[in-house]
C-alpha cells in the first residue's frame, strides 16, 4: 500500500496463486445511516471474529464501521458480478468476503513486494495510483484503503478514480484524520519513530522491512474530510456514508501496554477538554462512501 513514491513503471505483476479464495464466508450485517454511530460488536459472530483476525482488527469502533460499511456496500451494489478497482490494494482487501467473490478485481500498487503476496486479485498492475489510466466507466467501485494519507498528489488520484468509475458507482476510502491525535503525530514526527513504534507498541517485528508497513506519509491537504467533502459536491459525487472512529491503534495499546495507553488516554481527554468536547482526538480515521452521480 506504499504510493509514496514515484514510478513510470508499470507491469503486470504474476501473485502466488491466480485464483483468489471463494469459502469466506459473509460479514455480518448492521443497521448503518449517514454519520451515525453503529451497532456496538459485543458479541462478534465466527464470522467477524475471522474478519477481525485476517484484517488484524481489534474490537472497536473502527471494526463496526467497517461492518457497516460491509452492509451498505451489500446493499447498494448492483446484484451481479462486479468489477472492482482497488487502488494502492497491495496485499489486503478490506471488502466483504460476498463482493470479493463475485468480483474481478483489478489491483493497482507502487509496491511489487505487496503485489507479489497478494491472493485474491485477478490482476495486479505494477504502477502509480497519481498517474494509472483505466477506459472510462470501467469499474463499479473503487477503494482506496489506507492509501491516500502516502500520496503526494491525492487530487490526481482522486480524478483518476471517477473517470474510470461507472454512473452510479461508488468509491470507499478509508484513511486517517489528519487533525486527530494520532494524525498530527504521524505528520510531525519522522519515519523511523514509526517503525519504532510498529515494532515496539503494535509488536510488529517486521515493521520497516521491504514491502512492510509503516510506509512514508504526506498527508496531502486533500485527505482531510473537509476537503473531501469539497472535492466530491465538485466533481459529480455524493457523501452517502461519513463516520470518524477511534483509531485502532487505541485498542492496541490499551491491550499490549496498558500504562501507556492510559498515559495517551488521559493525554487525549486533556485536548478534548480544551476542544470544548466539539472534537474527539482519537477519532484518528474515517470511513466515505461517495457515489457517483
Aim: contains cysteine; charged residues 20%.
Amino acid at each position: 500500500m506504499n504510493q509514496g513514491r514515484m514510478t513510470t513503471q508499470e507491469r503486470q505483476i504474476t501473485p502466488p496463486s491466480n485464483t483468489r479464495s471463494k469459502n469466506m464466508s459473509k460479514s455480518a450485517a448492521f443497521n448503518f445511516a449517514l454519520n451515525a454511530p453503529t451497532k456496538a460488536c459485543n458479541s462478534p459472530s465466527r464470522t467477524a471474529a475471522q474478519l477481525q483476525a485476517r484484517l488484524k482488527l481489534p474490537p472497536g469502533e473502527a471494526f463496526d464501521s467497517l461492518i457497516a460499511v460491509h452492509d451498505i456496500l451489500g446493499a447498494e451494489l448492483p446484484n451481479r458480478s462486479l468489477t472492482v478497482y482497488e487502488a494502492g490494494g497491495g496485499s489486503t482487501s478490506f471488502l466483504p468476503p460476498d463482493v470479493v467473490r463475485r468480483s474481478e478485481i483489478t489491483v493497482v500498487d507502487i509496491d511489487e513486494a505487496q503485489l507479489r503476496k497478494n491472493d485474491y486479485a485477478d490482476k495486479t498492475i505494477l504502477g502509480d495510483i497519481q498517474t494509472y489510466r483505466f477506459a472510462p466507466e470501467s469499474f463499479d467501485l473503487v477503494t482506496c484503503y489506507n492509501v491516500l494519507e502516502h500520496v503526494p498528489d491525492v487530487q490526481a488520484a482522486l480524478l483518476r478514480f471517477c473517470e474510470c468509475l461507472k454512473p452510479n458507482g461508488l468509491i470507499l476510502i478509508g484513511a486517517p484524520n489528519p487533525n486527530s491525535l494520532s494524525g498530527v503525530v504521524t505528520k510531525y514526527t519522522p519515519h523511523w519513530f514509526h517503525v519504532w513504534f510498529y515494532r515496539h507498541v503494535r509488536g510488529d517485528m517486521d515493521a520497516g522491512k521491504p514491502g512492510e508497513a509503516p510506509f512514508p506519509t504526506f498527508f496531502h491537504p486533500m485527505v482531510s474530510l473537509s476537503n473531501l467533502d469539497a472535492f466530491a459536491k465538485t466533481h459529480g459525487l455524493e457523501m452517502i456514508y461519513r463516520r470518524e472512529y477511534e483509531s485502532p491503534r487505541f485498542p492496541e495499546m490499551r491491550a499490549r501496554k496498558p500504562l501507556f495507553a492510559a498515559l495517551i488516554d488521559g493525554a487525549a481527554a486533556v485536548m478534548n477538554g480544551l476542544l470544548l468536547r466539539k472534537t474527539d482526538v482519537r477519532h484518528g480515521d474515517y470511513h466515505v462512501i461517495l457515489r457517483k452521480r
